[in-house]
């Protein structure tokens, strides 16, 4: 079964956006777990104070995956008092939450991709990999890179490795599109985000 990868960004906004990725997920998490889908944390960038999320990326696989997906998908706006700055006249803080399939990601070819073999890290002693199973996968034009070590073989990292780089790099795109339309909030311009999918009033606790 294809996995739904969703991103939840900020789009490099103020503190309040990047505590509302972190109880947006909290939210997506429970709801996963409710309709009993698998749900994996790929990436998480974490925010300038604690509980806060700059953005996350996780995947999530089983029968409705999909539907979940399509029902936080887009702009959610939170309405809530700045627990950070008591007296800001704000109230309104968007996230941007985007779903993607893999063969949907952005393309990278094999020429793209430099793949390098290491030492998987082990326990120590005489546990310790001393095959280079793990897989480096580096997409050239960016320098983005991420490393698989889970699996025994090297063919399985590095198919692994694969995955994960394009996930990484289709998640880049999205934070990149999300922090121009906060860019373009800022200046008060038109913004795609006119239409929000979820409008949730709620405090926003630490």
């Known amino acids: 079964m294809e996995k739904t990868y969703l991103q939840i960004t900020s789009g490099r906004g103020p503190v309040e956006c990047c505590r509302v990725v972190a109880l947006v997920l909290e939210k997506i998490l429970r709801e996963a777990q409710k309709r009993k889908l698998r749900v994996e944390i790929l990436e998480k960038e974490t925010g300038p104070v604690n509980r806060t999320l700059l953005s996350v990326v996780v995947a999530l696989e089983g029968a409705g995956c999909d539907v979940l997906a399509d029902e936080w998908e887009g702009t959610v706006l939170w309405i809530a008092r700045s627990p950070y700055r008591i007296h800001h006249r704000r109230k309104n803080w968007f996230v941007g939450v985007q779903t993607f399939l893999l063969s949907e990601s952005c ?60 996930v990484k790099l289709t998640a880049w795109n999205i934070e990149q ?18 239409n929000p999918v979820k409008i949730i009033q709620e405090e926003l606790r630490f």
């Open 107 to 166: 393309e990278a070819t094999e020429d793209d991709i430099r793949y390098e073999t290491l030492r998987a890290s082990g326990p120590g002693g005489q546990h310790v990999n001393k095959t280079e199973s793990a897989v480096r996968a580096v997409h050239i034009p960016s320098g983005i890179s991420v490393v698989a070590s889970d699996q025994r073989s090297q063919w399985q990292n590095k198919k692994l490795a694969t995955e994960r780089l394009l």
């Open 177 to 194: 599109a999300m922090i121009q339309a906060q860019t373009n909030w800022s200046n008060h311009n038109s913004l795609q985000r006119g």
